[in-house]
T-cell receptor, first 113, second 116 residues
Framework: AQSVTQLDSQVPVFEEAPVELRCNYSSSVSVYLFWYVQYPNQGLQLLLKYLSGSTLVKGINGFEAEFNKSQTSFHLRKPSVHISDTAEYFC???????????FGAGTILRVKS | GAGVSQSPSNKVTEKGKDVELRCDPISGHTALYWYRQSLGQGLEFLIYFQGNSAPDKSGLPSDRFSAERTGGSVSTLTIQRTQQEDSAVYLCASIWAGGLLTDTQYFGPGTRLTVL
C-alpha cells in the first residue's frame, strides 16, 4: 500500500522568505507524485506533478519540487513567498496505471507580512 | 460548465437522516472520483467511476455509503442514516482521456456536510 507523510502540519513564514514543504512517501512500486494547493474556500488545484524524466519539476506560481527516489521524498519549494500563497498544500502519490491518489494530511502555509 | 460543480455547498442534517450530494463533472471527462476531507486529515478516496466499467468502491467506509453515475456524467453520493463521524467536506474530481492519472484531476469546491 502507498502512503504519504507531510511532516509539518503548519509552516509560518514571512513574506519574501523562501519556504520548503516536506513530503515523504512510501510505495513498493514506481510512483507518480503530485502537489495540490487549496486556497481558503476553494477547491484543490494542481501545482505540479512528477511522472518521469527530470527529477526537478516546475509548477505554477513559482513553485518547484524535486523527486528524490533514494530518500523517497518530493519536497515543495519556493524561493520567495507572497501573502497570496497562504493556503493548504497537499502532497499525493499514485502508481502508473493506478486509479486513485493517496493524499497526505496537508500542510498549512501561513505567510506573514 | 467551465469546471467541476458540486451541490449543495453546505448541508446540515440530523443524525440518522439520509443525504444526497451531487457532482457535475467537466463535460467529456471520462472518470470521476469522490473523496472525503475530514478536519485535520488529508483527502480520503471513496469511489471511482471510469466510463462504463464497474466502479471501484474500495474506499467507501461502510455500506451506508453508495454512489452512482448516471449517463456517464452526473454523480450522486448518498449517505444513509448519517452519523456525526460522517461530518466532512466531500470532494468530487474528474479526469479526461480515459482516466489515466497522467491527466490532471480537476476538483470541485466540495460539499461541507455537518451531522448534528
Amino acid at each position: 500500500a502507498q502512503s504519504v507523510t507531510q511532516l509539518d502540519s503548519q509552516v509560518p513564514v514571512f513574506e519574501e522568505a523562501p519556504v520548503e514543504l516536506r513530503c515523504n512517501y512510501s510505495s513498493s512500486v514506481s510512483v507518480y507524485l503530485f502537489w495540490y494547493v487549496q486556497y481558503p474556500n476553494q477547491g484543490l488545484q494542481l501545482l505540479l506533478k512528477y511522472l518521469s524524466g527530470s527529477t526537478l519539476v516546475k509548477g505554477i506560481n513559482g513553485f518547484e519540487a524535486e523527486f528524490n527516489k533514494s530518500q523517497t521524498s518530493f519536497h515543495l519549494r519556493k524561493p520567495s513567498v507572497h501573502i497570496s500563497d497562504t493556503a493548504e498544500y497537499f502532497c499525493a502519490v499514485s502508481s502508473p496505471g493506478g486509479n486513485k491518489l493517496v493524499f497526505g494530511a496537508g500542510t498549512i502555509l501561513r505567510v506573514k507580512s | 460548465g467551465a469546471g467541476v460543480s458540486q451541490s449543495p455547498s453546505n448541508k446540515v442534517t440530523e443524525k440518522g437522516k439520509d443525504v444526497e450530494l451531487r457532482c457535475d463533472p467537466i463535460s467529456g471527462h471520462t472518470a470521476l472520483y469522490w473523496y472525503r476531507q475530514s478536519l485535520g486529515q488529508g483527502l480520503e478516496f471513496l469511489i471511482y467511476f471510469q466510463g462504463n466499467s464497474a466502479p471501484d468502491k474500495s474506499g467507501l467506509p461502510s455500506d451506508r455509503f453508495s454512489a452512482e453515475r448516471t449517463g456517464g456524467s452526473v454523480s450522486t453520493l448518498t449517505i444513509q442514516r448519517t452519523q456525526q463521524e460522517d461530518s466532512a467536506v466531500y470532494l468530487c474530481a474528474s479526469i479526461w482521456a480515459g482516466g489515466l492519472l497522467t491527466d490532471t484531476q480537476y476538483f470541485g469546491p466540495g460539499t461541507r456536510l455537518t451531522v448534528l
